[in-house]
């Protein structure tokens, strides 16, 4: 384990050049050495303090990459090239709660592609896209003549996800990390030229995080939950399942939904459970976890609902769709079915990473999130960067994403039937 008192006099040798760095402006292109000082040693420090995946990590490992880090951080270079090597030394950690941010970054390199590709099975096809020499099912070989793999393996460094899935998923997402101009040589051997900025990808922003729809009028219900982003989208999911309480079968797809903010859905739980259902059990052994204990062990049932918690609102059978998108509250939503075998999961495995985390700012565009408590499956299996795998593993083929057709719901309604 780090110690937290050591790491706290690394900052405090520090501390005095570097008292302005909080007031860094969030347009600057440039940091002095006294800021790169201040926030390379306030992100380890931190690590130390509230980080609590150490189980597959070595100290002298996790040291000696620091070292190399501050190799690259303390000689005069630009914010960009600061940025980076701060996300490279997070990232090392694999753990998508884990990671570090700057907004300037994304300003300034992040803009939209006007597509969106990822791997299925083993090529890197096109599954969104607003530019016109670019079609949905498109296949990518290479990137400024250099192939995918190759493209991937350099930019994976700067990927803070759990496993290699979650990676991959987010290559595309994470533009800062292509060039402004590239061109993308396809498997069919037309070459697409990409402009940043020329083309957004509207079909990234759903109309809403969630929609609901009858299949089948009074016997088959559809609901879409696109993002758990606070009490309002619990709310509106709540309201469909009150409106569809009495169908005979209900299909909850959470595909694409990458989690949220606020708090865990509970009630939202509660409304298509007919029975108790366990939590995770979670652990933290860092002095100033979350919740203000020093130790949280959780692995009970929820037996004692709150009394606006009502319990199984809808009783018919259930189905929920999942991939590999689905990750933090989403999976926190979707563990207890899987525990309880409440529903029928259809689909591929989850990302794997949900916690607890302490989040904080510099006060120039940079930020700071740490997983801070450890989250495994209510007997005990563990959950970080494994997943949560569906009952029935079906995985869309390219000629299914290029004619739009989608297996998954068209089994998930089969089932029910």
Known sequence: MH????????????????????????????????DRIYIASKVYSSLQVYFDHWEDKKDEDFDKGYKEYLSRILPDIDRKEFDLQTISFVAQLHNGHTWFDDRWLDDTFGG??????????????????????????????AINSQPMEQFFEQKR??????????ERGDLFATTYLLP??????????????????????????????????????????YIKIASFGGIEVEAAALKMVQEFRDAQGMIIDLRGNPGGYGRSPLQLQAALMTGPFRSWHESSGRISAPRGRSEIVSDELWERLEADMPLGIYKGRLVILIDGVCASFCEDFLMPFKDNHRATLIGQTTAGTFSYTYYFEFGNGMRMNIAATRESFPDGARFEGVGI?????????????????????????????
């Not at 597509?115 to 949905?136: H, N």
């Not at 940043?196 to 990808?201: E, I, K």
């Not at 795998?389 to 995985?395: A, K, Q, T, V």
């Open 3 to 34: 110690a937290f008192w050591q790491t706290c006099s690394v900052v405090s040798m520090v501390a005095l050049l570097a008292l302005h760095a909080a007031g860094q402006s969030t347009s600057s292109s440039q940091l002095s050495q006294a």
């Open 112 to 141: 939209a592609l006007g597509f969106y590709a990822k791997p299925v099975r083993g090529e890197w096809v096109v599954i969104r896209s607003q530019v016109p020499q670019l079609q949905v099912g498109d296949s990518i070989v």
């Open 157 to 166: 460094a700067y990927l803070s996800d759990s496993n290699e899935r979650a």
């Open 180 to 221: 402004q101009r590239f061109v993308i040589a396809l498997s069919d051997g037309r070459e697409v030229n990409i402009i940043r900025g020329q083309a957004a990808d509207e079909s990234q922003r759903p109309e809403g995080s969630v929609s609901g729809r009858w299949l089948e009028p009074e016997r088959l219900a």
């Open 389 to 417: 795998s569906p009952d029935l593993e079906i995985e869309p083929s390219i000629d299914d994403i290029r004619s739009h057709k989608d297996p998954v719901l068209v089994k998930a309604i089969e089932v029910l039937r």
